[in-house]
């Protein structure tokens, strides 16, 4: 296959040398660690990237999607700042390698000494390859397991289209499922990429190039300008079709899901101006979205350039955009300055909480993102007191845990309640004029809790000493829980004070059903109303709120979702039976994670919930396997 090896040319290296004639590893192998701990500043990657750092990747791939493979090569183009340092070290989990090839600056091949490192379960293996002096290019040519973590291949009979579809997921440490590459948030690097896929199906990937119509080769290219994070990569294969939402922005979507994918999401464009307007130029092109299908483990991932979305927030109403605003919004906070290690998740996800609302409000009014901001509190209240305390921290130590764990409430709501508190100190003004700033400054670096905190010293402490401190800002960051002397501000919320008071009355027997306003209530008071009714409600109270409301035929995901939560408190069958086609159908981890874990806690479910889960099993994410299985005790 690889004509171009002139391995003889070279036979006065040695490398060169031990990797032609034997297995056997060079010295500078059987020198290299161990690898019991990761290496580099981030726990959760083998990449020595201080020594050796990946700057560009040139990706060529066949998605073969009956095998569920992708296989091909990647040249990785390397900076080495320690010349003499001759190992490259490179995240991978399951992936066969078939060769490894320095490439010599006149273009030539010279085959090197790789091995792997031991298995560390879900951060896989290092993959510890020889790097001869002045070498600064390595192409690996590997093929994908059919069960990488990081894909999802789905067969027509499991598609809306009929037929195959493939999605990539990264976040948080899953791109070295799919590449051998340096799989830490810390290594930013821009790529390049050739995808061939079947002729009747479209190839996209978050970066510039995605094609507006299939063409009739398969064979699709890509480039990404700006330099990512390697979470950040994402490709998809699938029967997809366009449509325009304004001049920079579209949506891609199988053709069964455009027509409403394009309606609800029609605010897209100016979604971005007022993003723009806020934080300063929208840095990436075109902002697309990609809808794909409900088995998608997340609400919406922020893969630059084209945002993967779940299609359960097609509500029909644009009732649950704060989703958009949130993975777009990640255009600046996460995309743009990015969290060096998980630990820092809160740079990424409370900096995108804080300016979803602020997207909403823009749109929407103040008074929607005061609701919105008082459900992100009372789920921040839940999550504060059942948590254990080790990780109530914004700023936590995981070196010991999947960065996975990283993703609870913590860094997204009491991330972003901090920066409402520095907004409430300061005031708008200043702190937008601050965020300006910040984003600037940091552009397309990857920055530590510790970088911000000396950031926000120098620009606003600095600035305004008697409005906020570091001793406040420290306990934000270091102590558990919400801070004491900082208090933070409780949203208050007016449209939910009558709900309750409806709810209480109806519970009481003092109302009626009837006599409720619905008609008037926006999906958070539904929300906020059903929230509490958490086990409250017996059957026949959830049939008399059925024959009013028909929640079980309900088509927004997240008022049905709380409905079969309570059908499962109340064992109410026409809920258990709806729940059944839910699980089925959905595997998005937000519902599909507590109900299950609801069905496994009743006496009378767990068995049920089994049963259900392995017919689902086969149309569920590795993700969502995980989690389901966790949460059934399996
Ligand atoms: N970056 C996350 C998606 C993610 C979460 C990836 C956990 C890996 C692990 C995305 O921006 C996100 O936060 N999505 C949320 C929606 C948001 C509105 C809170 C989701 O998917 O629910
Ligand atoms: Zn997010």
Redesign the pocket.
Known sequence: MLSRIRCAALAGLVLCLAACQNDQPPPALTASPEYRVATGTDPHSFAEFEKVRVSHLALDLDADLRARTLSGHVVLSLERPEPGFQRLVLDSRDLDIHDVNAIQPNGDYLPVSWRFGADHGHLGRPLVVVLPAGIEQVRIDYTTSPDAFGLQWLDGAQTSSGKPFMFS?S??HYARTWVPLQDTPAVRYTFDATVRGPRDLMVVMGAAGNEFERNDTGEYRFHMPEPIPSYLMAIAVGDLVFAETGPRTGIYAEPQWIEAAAEEFDVLEEMVEIGENLYGPYRWGRYDLLVLPPSFP?????NPRLSYI?PTIIAGDGSLL??VA??LA?SWS?NLVTNAAWRDLWL??GF??YF?ARIMEALYGREVRDQLARLSWDGLMDTLATADERDLQLVRDLSERDP?QA?MRVP?DMGRFFLDWIEDRVGREVFDDFLRRYFDHFAFQSITSEDFRAYAEQHLVAAAPDLLSMAEIDEWLYEPGLPHIAAAIEPQSDAFVPVDEWREQWLAGERSLDSLPVEEWTVYQWLHFLAGLADQLDAGQMTAMDERFDLVGERNHEILFLWLMRSIEAQYSPGIERLETFLLEVG?N?FTQPLYAALAASEWGRDWAIEVYERARPGYHPLTRQASERALGL
């Open positions: 997921q976040q948080p997340f609400g919406g991932m922020e779940t704060a989703l949130h993975e990640h996460g990424n996800e995108t909480v979803e996975e993703f997204y998005r937000k």
